[in-house]
């Protein structure tokens, strides 16, 4: 079996009243197919960027699941005949996550990177003042490129009047 991360999109206002059913529900498509349910968590509700089916708003669903890989169309199958669930996607679970942590200020949870998991900082420049400094560049030399940067489009020269040429007159 494979594992699989799931995000369904469901109704807000069905899953403010009735979240166990829904869960229930997504629980049982995966396990009507020979699924191992690891997780089922509700994540958001959110105002959608645009109606889905009448709905304006949604409260996202995030589940990981090992499923075997022949059974993984039939399941999707089911979810686009389910009326609970709105939308789906269901890919391979690469073992990558990210780290959650629950945002004090609304109390919702979000994509974030630990801070351990950081870039690290540049190093310092040393402090040897022995060294010199490299030479400006001349002020009338062009700076480099970077390779695959654009160059900025020269200015249109002036017309000295309207963009459109004057009509002519019969």
Known sequence: MKKYEGMFLVDSDSASKELDKITTHIRDIFQKHQAEVIDIEKWDDRKLAYDIDKHRKGTYILGHFSIPPEQVNVIRDDFMLSETVIRHILLVDTGKKRFLENDETTGSAYPRQK????????????????????????????????????EPEAPAPETGGSETPPAETI
């Open 115 to 150: 801070a351990g998991n950081a870039a690290p900082a540049a190093p310092a420049a040393p402090a040897d003042s022995s060294k010199e400094a490299a030479p400006a560049a001349p002020a009338d030399s062009a700076p480099e490129k970077e390779i695959g940067e654009i």
